[in-house]
Each structure stands twice: as C-alpha cells, then as structure tokens.
C-alpha cells in the first residue's frame, strides 16, 4: 500500500450507519477523482470488530497513520463530534500538519473550519463527492 497522503477524520459515534456509509462513500468517490491517496479508518471498521480493538488503540493506530501523512480531511456533517475526531484534529494542529474542513452547510455552530487552511462546503453527498474531487494538496 502506498503511504497515504491524507487521513480524513469524521464522526463515527452516534451516525446512522446508512449515512455514513453514503457520506464516506462519497469521500472515497470524490478524493479517488482527485487522486488523493487517502486512509480512512471507516473503511477499517470491519477488522477492528474482528481484532476487539478498543477506543485507546483504534486512537493509536490512527495517530500512527497520521504520522505518515501530509494533511488531514476532517468530515463535519453535524454540530455534534466525536471525542476521536476532535484527538485527531488536536493532533495535526499541535504537529503542524495542515488541515481542510469538509462543512455541511447545516454545521455553523463550530470554529474547526477555523483550523484549516481550506475549507469545502457541501449540502449534498454529490456536492461532498464533487467538492473532494477538486481538492489539491
């Protein structure tokens, strides 16, 4: 596997499982067009299950993964986040890895975008797809 250059981070907790499979499948959809080797432990979700991993070391080998990486997507579909996406975010910003911030437009309670050098907004997956496959790094 090639070493990613982006870690895109995003709710997990508390997601209906059939939203987040359209919105992260639409991430993959719109970076795979820009040509962004990515990782996205969502699509891990299936071997942490099988391996038992608990929260502590799911946060590790994210942190592991983000050591390799160039800059950091974080997903904001909702005013609520999670305690692994906010570690993630706190991460890059104290090693200086640059971030870009996918909004919905629904999101307007949060200074995370704040936190990025760039910023996508999107109401629609095929807004996020489209919007993702014009990013550049």
Request: aromatic share 10%; proline share 3%.
């Amino acid at each position: 596997m090639k070493t990613p250059k982006l870690f895109v981070a995003y709710r997990h907790t508390g997601e209906e499982p059939e939203f987040l499979d359209k919105q992260m499948n639409a991430v993959r959809k719109g970076l795979k067009k820009a040509g962004i080797e990515f990782h996205c432990t969502y699509f891990e979700e299936d071997e942490f299950q099988d391996r038992k991993m608990g929260a502590r070391e799911i946060m590790e080998h994210a942190f592991s993964v983000l050591d390799k990486c160039s800059c950091l997507l974080v997903i904001l579909s909702s005013e609520e986040k999670s305690e692994g996406m906010l570690m993630e975010i706190g991460y890059c910003f104290a090693r200086q890895i640059p971030i870009v911030v996918a909004q919905s437009s629904e999101v307007s309670r949060t200074y995370v975008p704040q936190m990025a050098r760039t910023v996508i907004s999107w109401q629609t997956y095929a807004e996020l797809e489209s919007g993702l496959e014009g990013l550049t790094l």
